[in-house]
């Protein structure tokens, strides 16, 4: 347990840094989300200083804020798509039993046709 939630913690840290290398690299390039920027300013009061290191962990969290609902969507896809499975399975069993059934009906009247018969020689 206690080595699993280091693996997660070391995911996270992991995952993180190359979330902030993302960032950065948008920066240098010029690629600048304007509403992240606009916020960061606001709480910075209009330090540029401070805008430019908030900007940064606003847009980490944008970030990870995309990550969490694309998973979440794909999540609900995917119990969505085994619900679907889990239905047409349901359907499938459900009329093998009826052919299963039909056949036992008939193997029934041909069994009782047979008793008849051999109690009409008896």
């Known amino acids: 347990m206690l080595k699993r939630l280091r693996l997660n913690s070391a995911k996270s840290r992991l995952i993180e840094e190359k979330l902030y290398e993302l960032v950065l690299d948008e920066l240098e390039?010029?690629?600048i989300c304007r509403g992240i920027w606009a916020k960061a300013v606001a709480k910075s009061n209009g330090n540029d200083s401070?805008?430019?290191?908030?900007?940064?962990?606003?847009r980490v969290e944008s970030l990870k804020d995309k990550a969490h609902v694309i998973q979440s969507?794909?999540?609900?896809?995917?119990?969505?798509?085994?619900?679907?499975?889990?239905?047409?399975?349901?359907?499938?069993?459900?009329?093998?039993a009826k052919q299963l059934l039909h056949r036992i009906?008939?193997?029934?009247?041909?069994?009782?046709?047979c008793v008849g018969i051999v109690n009409l020689i008896i």
């Open 29 to 31: 390039g010029g690629d």
């Open 50 to 58: 401070q805008a430019n290191s908030k900007y940064i962990e606003l």
């Open 73 to 96: 969507i794909l999540d609900s896809d995917l119990a969505k798509e085994n619900k679907e499975k889990h239905i047409w399975v349901s359907c499938s069993i459900l009329i093998f």
């Open 105 to 113: 009906y008939w193997l029934l009247v041909i069994f009782a046709i």
